[in-house]
């Protein structure tokens, strides 16, 4: 009896220890919500008809990762769309991602679950739950979730309509971008359902909520700071471009190369006045770029030997590399940064990390015979160097320590949100090659650089071609140029919204803000080009990375954990019953083992006594045997 309680108290205490050991870890689930999507399929007939799927979301605290599990199979824009969602559903609340986990989970009686169309409503329900507001279930919405907050244009709207309507939903939203049929309109409404146009998510949100999320926008930037800079960077450079200036050669020069050069930096310098003048130094600043790179080209034609070039050129680029590396040293241990300036040290390496690059551009023409175009990468690199002082000018000079190392993680982040938008932008279709072909390019970029250890410059090159792939995603839904004006407004309010958020934080988001004045120069909704206007988003897209980037070196603690995309085999989040059910068989195993333990040592213990007590007992037996 002793035996068998001592192995069901181990059993128990085996049990309650684990599960203390585990009560740490355990994740709090911070809600669930379930609400219904719409696809299509192919009917008997060969007609499109819509099918109704159900999607469960629950979140817990966590580490921001996505998980998105479906029956049956989940195709890959479906994927993509979940991360989006759950990333875009933050920024529009203002929360941080990284606090919690998602778990996505589709139920469909279709062959195969897949497209965009999901990715509104995949945003309500990751907003409903953050928010604390639950959604209605009498309504739903078809939609895609582009990353300014607009609902995206999908396809087969009137019969995904009809499908919510058989569901006995009451109110169906949709894009304002798209239209639903006459046939289906009367069809909703016999059912006792009414269509409803959305513009975006926060419009949508209301519908299902009640609630009105959205923010009040400030359309007065508080720019003191910002200008400061700006100023001052724009001083410093102009210094600079004044002593290369003064020291060209005669415009009377007999090399027509000279002459070109010169007449298009004298051109350039004349636009930087006036845009300086009217408080416009980061574009008068931006512009100094090209007209220094020129009037350093045209005094090194000048001075260019006409025998040896290619020593002459490759010494310069020798020397060049060598004061990269000093410039490097200098930003990095003799400027100290605050919260709100770190940025600032972030852009100076990057601007030296493409100084560099030209510089292999530079080499690589020469090595090729092109001298031109060696000496035009060598301009480039010698002035983008320079400017890695101008965006320090402002900070404290004193002895700091600054290790690239330590954003490994925050590079790691930018690389995997990059891969996702470039999936996702490639699996919508989009139509602009060029654009495309860039926004891969600066991926690859952005990998070659984490991968040798450049993490800052990842970090830049990975925005960049998030920027890309946002601008080309918000671009898919530019059907025609009425909504042109509704999508370059959202936009607008997106990037704003961004900076208004930024700056209640104490944050100047220096590039941000750069990039919104620089995007206004070709948005005019009464008379722009397609081209001009996808410039125009491709600004506003970089002014909202630009602006989280500041925001998240501006606390040194909020380093993202690179989201992962898992799929989940059930309809609901189990993984932490699956992990109770996991320790308590642990428990168990662990008491059944030492239960075997305590068992084989009292049968030890008792064999033991059973033996010496045999062994006394024939001595008592040899002992008499020898008496008789």
């Known amino acids: 009896m002793d035996s068998r309680l001592a192995i069901l108290s181990l059993l128990f205490i085996s049990f309650l220890l684990v599960g203390a050991v585990h009560a740490q870890g355990v994740q709090d689930v911070i809600g669930s919500t379930s609400l219904y999507i719409f696809g299509v399929t192919n009917s008997s007939n060969g007609t499109l008809v819509g099918v109704p799927a159900l999607l469960n979301l629950t979140v817990t605290n966590g580490t921001g990762k996505v998980f998105l599990g479906s029956t049956p199979l989940t195709q890959t824009d479906t994927q993509a769309q979940a991360v989006l969602s759950a990333d875009l559903a933050c920024q529009l609340l203002n929360v941080n991602c990284d606090n919690y986990n998602f778990y996505y989970y589709i139920t469909s009686?279709?062959?195969?679950?897949?497209?965009?169309?999901?990715?509104?409503?995949?945003?309500?329900?990751?907003?409903?739950?953050?928010?604390?507001?639950?959604?209605?279930?009498?309504?739903?919405?078809?939609?895609?979730?582009?990353?300014?907050?607009?609902?995206?244009?999908?396809?087969?709207?009137?019969?995904?309509?009809?499908?919510?309507?058989?569901?006995?939903?009451?109110?169906?939203?949709?894009?304002?971008?798209?239209?639903i049929s006459s046939s289906a309109f009367s069809y909703d409404e016999a059912h006792g359902e009414i269509p409803i146009p959305v513009n975006s998510e926060y419009q949508a949100f209301q519908y299902f909520t009640g609630y009105n999320l959205t923010p009040t926008i400030n359309y007065s930037i508080q720019t003191n700071l910002y200008l400061a800079l700006m100023k001052q960077t724009y001083l410093q450079f102009n210094s600079y471009q004044n002593s290369l200036y003064s020291s060209l050669p005669t415009a009377n020069s007999s090399n027509s190369s000279i002459q070109i050069l010169i007449s298009e930096a004298e051109s350039d310098i004349s636009a930087q006045k006036a845009e300086a003048s009217n408080g416009g130094y980061y574009v008068a600043a931006s512009s100094m770029i090209t007209s220094s790179s020129d009037i350093l080209q045209a005094k090194l034609f000048e001075i260019l030997p006409t025998s040896n070039q290619n020593s002459f050129i490759a010494n310069l680029i020798s020397k060049e590399n060598s004061t990269i590396s000093g410039i490097e040293s200098n930003i990095s241990s003799n400027y100290v940064s605050n919260s709100s300036t770190l940025i600032l040290k972030l852009i100076a390496f990057d601007r030296l990390m493409q100084a560099r690059d030209y510089l292999n551009n530079s080499a690589a023409s020469l090595s090729s015979g092109n001298i031109q175009n060696a000496i035009y990468y060598y301009s480039l690199a010698t002035v983008k160097a320079e400017t890695?002082?101008?965006?320090?000018?402002?900070?404290?000079?004193?002895?700091?320590?600054?290790?690239?190392?330590?954003?490994?993680?925050?590079?790691?982040?930018?690389?995997?949100?990059?891969?996702?938008?470039?999936?996702?932008?490639?699996?919508?279709?989009?139509?602009?090659?060029?654009?495309?072909?860039?926004?891969?390019?600066?991926?690859?970029?952005?990998?070659?650089?984490?991968?040798?250890?450049?993490?800052?410059?990842?970090?830049?090159?990975?925005?960049?071609?998030?920027?890309?792939?946002?601008?080309?995603?918000?671009?898919?839904?530019?059907?025609?140029?009425?909504?042109?004006?509704?999508?370059?407004?959202?936009?607008?309010?997106?990037?704003?919204?961004?900076?208004?958020?930024?700056?209640?934080?104490?944050?100047?988001?220096?590039?941000?803000?750069s990039y919104y004045y620089f995007g206004n120069q070709f948005y005019n909704s009464s008379n722009i080009s397609n081209s001009d206007f996808s410039e125009y988003l491709l600004f506003e897209t970089e002014a909202r990375d630009f602006t989280q980037l500041g925001a998240l070196v501006s606390n040194a603690s909020f380093i993202p954990y690179a989201p992962s995309l898992q799929p989940i085999p059930v309809s609901t989040p189990v993984a932490p019953l699956l992990e109770e059910i996991s320790l308590i068989v642990l428990g168990l195993a662990i008491g059944i083992v030492l239960a075997g333990i305590l068992f084989e040592y009292k049968l030890y213990s008792k064999n033991t006594k059973m033996n010496k007590l045999r062994k006394t007992r024939k001595k008592k037996r040899n002992k008499k045997s020898s008496k008789k």
């Open 388 to 513: 890695a002082y101008f965006w320090v000018s402002v900070l404290q000079k004193g002895k700091s320590s600054f290790s690239q190392s330590q954003y490994e993680l925050l590079s790691n982040y930018y690389l995997y949100k990059a891969s996702s938008y470039n999936d996702y932008a490639n699996l919508l279709g989009v139509d602009l090659p060029s654009e495309v072909s860039q926004m891969q390019s600066y991926l690859t970029s952005a990998e070659s650089r984490y991968y040798s250890g450049n993490y800052v410059s990842s970090i830049f090159a990975s925005i960049e071609s998030i920027s890309l792939a946002q601008m080309l995603i918000e671009e898919n839904s530019l059907i025609n140029i009425s909504v042109l004006s509704q999508i370059g407004n959202q936009s607008a309010a997106a990037t704003l919204n961004a900076i208004n958020s930024a700056e209640k934080s104490g944050i100047t988001p220096f590039l941000g803000i």
């Open 109 to 179: 009686s279709s062959v195969e679950v897949g497209g965009p169309s999901a990715g509104s409503a995949f945003t309500m329900a990751a907003m409903s739950i953050l928010s604390g507001k639950p959604l209605n279930p009498n309504v739903a919405m078809t939609g895609t979730a582009n990353p300014d907050g607009s609902v995206g244009i999908v396809g087969d709207v009137s019969q995904k309509s009809e499908a919510a309507a058989n569901q006995h939903i009451k109110t169906f939203l949709y894009p304002s971008t798209d239209s």
